[in-house]
């Protein structure tokens, strides 16, 4: 049984481009979140997709949108890169909306230089 | 809105206790308990779902203190696998897992 799994697991981008970051959520999962996590500090929510819809966003600005597939698989979509940027996107699913478990992924280290 | 976790830090020997603080400002439904070791995703520890609840995985055991909205973990007679960052994370009240807020972390290391 195949866990949360991410990709690709490390991207250098330059500051202004546009990145993708793919997450593929635990078999029986159909919620899919992601965070982002800097060094040394705890995973910050960015939004969490269900039913292919956006459910709840964090404090992250417009630059970061998302997508969730009828697999529910899902993505992240980063625009107009910045230094600030570079940190750990980890996935995480869940089965439903409750208060479950989140399984993660082993995340994508995005460096933007 | 983030939980606050207490000590940033801990280093222990084997079979020496840890306690691990996480407290919100803010009224909590839940709290659950997550380590990451480097390089590694979070792995899930428990979830307490109702003040005062007290949960327990080996020797690794929290509690829940709805009124004080603080959840505390307890790490007894350490072993040299518990090393790692543990991460509480929190819902407040009429909100489900869609938004899961994490503490900043507390690093423990475990030596011989």
């Known amino acids: 049984d195949a866990g949360v799994t991410q990709s690709p697991t490390h991207l250098i981008k330059t500051r202004g481009q546009q990145v993708t970051l793919r997450c593929s959520p635990k078999s029986g999962h159909d919620t899919v979140s992601w965070y982002q996590q800097a060094l040394g500090q705890g995973p910050q929510f960015i939004f969490q997709y269900y039913e292919e819809e956006e459910r709840q966003r964090g404090n992250f600005p417009d630059r970061f949108s998302g997508h969730q597939f009828p697999n529910y698989s899902s993505e992240l979509n980063v625009n107009a890169l910045l230094l600030g940027d570079s940190a750990l996107y980890l996935c995480?699913?869940?089965?439903?909306?409750?208060?479950?478990?989140?399984?993660f992924g082993n995340g994508t280290r995005l460096t933007v230089t | 809105q983030q939980p606050v976790q207490s000590p940033q830090a801990v280093i222990l020997r084997e079979g020496e206790d840890a306690v691990i603080n996480c407290s919100s400002s803010?009224?909590?439904?839940?709290v659950h308990w997550y380590r990451q070791k480097h390089g590694e995703a979070p792995v899930f520890l428990m979830i307490l779902l109702k003040g005062g609840e007290q949960k327990g995985h080996d020797k690794i055991s929290a509690s829940f203190n709805e009124k004080k909205q603080q959840s505390s973990l307890y790490l007894t007679a350490s072993q040299l696998s518990y090393s790692g960052t543990y991460f509480c994370g929190t819902q407040r009240r009429g909100n489900n897992n869609n938004d899961m807020r994490f503490g900043a972390g507390t690093r423990l290391t475990v030596k011989p």
């Open positions: 803010k009224a909590l439904y839940s």
């Open positions: 995480a699913s869940s089965p439903g909306t409750g208060h479950s478990p989140l399984h």
